[in-house]
């Protein structure tokens, strides 16, 4: 189920305009789900896959852990670009029939 989602937010964001950059990006902090440009911004995603939301948000399954997780493999892969640019931390909430785009999920 977690792949299939992340293969429907791939298509998503493309549909937005976003260009994926990767997909399952691995680094010795984790993995992200996606991170794809947005104009000048580099957009680090976790994508969540639920049925439904009817014992919460698949959004709310994104906590402090998983957020430092996200701003580890940041730092990781700008340095490993060489250069300093802006990034955003971002939800997708993939269910069976809607995917909700949870820009700006949480800061640095």
């Given at each position: 189920?977690?792949?299939?989602?992340e293969?429907?937010?791939?298509?998503?964001?493309?549909?937005?305009?976003?260009?994926?950059?990767?997909?399952?990006?691995?680094?010795?902090?984790g993995?992200?789900?996606?991170?794809a440009?947005?104009?000048?911004i580099?957009?680090?995603?976790?994508?969540?896959?639920r049925?439904?939301?009817?014992?919460?948000?698949a959004?709310?399954?994104?906590?402090r852990?998983?957020?430092?997780k996200?701003l580890?493999i940041a730092r990781y892969f700008?340095?490993?670009?060489g250069?300093?640019?802006?990034?955003?931390?971002?939800?997708?909430?993939v269910?069976?029939?809607?995917?909700r785009h949870?820009?700006?999920?949480?800061?640095?």
């Open positions: 189920m977690g792949r299939a989602g293969r429907r937010g791939v298509k998503f964001l493309k549909k937005l305009g976003y260009a994926i950059l990767k997909t399952n990006y691995k680094t010795p902090f993995e992200a789900d996606i991170v440009k947005d104009g000048d580099i957009v680090f995603c976790e994508v969540k896959t049925l439904t939301s009817r014992f919460g948000t959004g709310e399954a994104v906590d852990f998983k957020e430092e996200y580890n700008l340095m490993r670009a250069e300093e640019l802006p990034v955003r931390f971002d939800v997708l909430e269910y069976e029939g809607e995917i949870i820009a700006g999920a949480f800061t640095a």
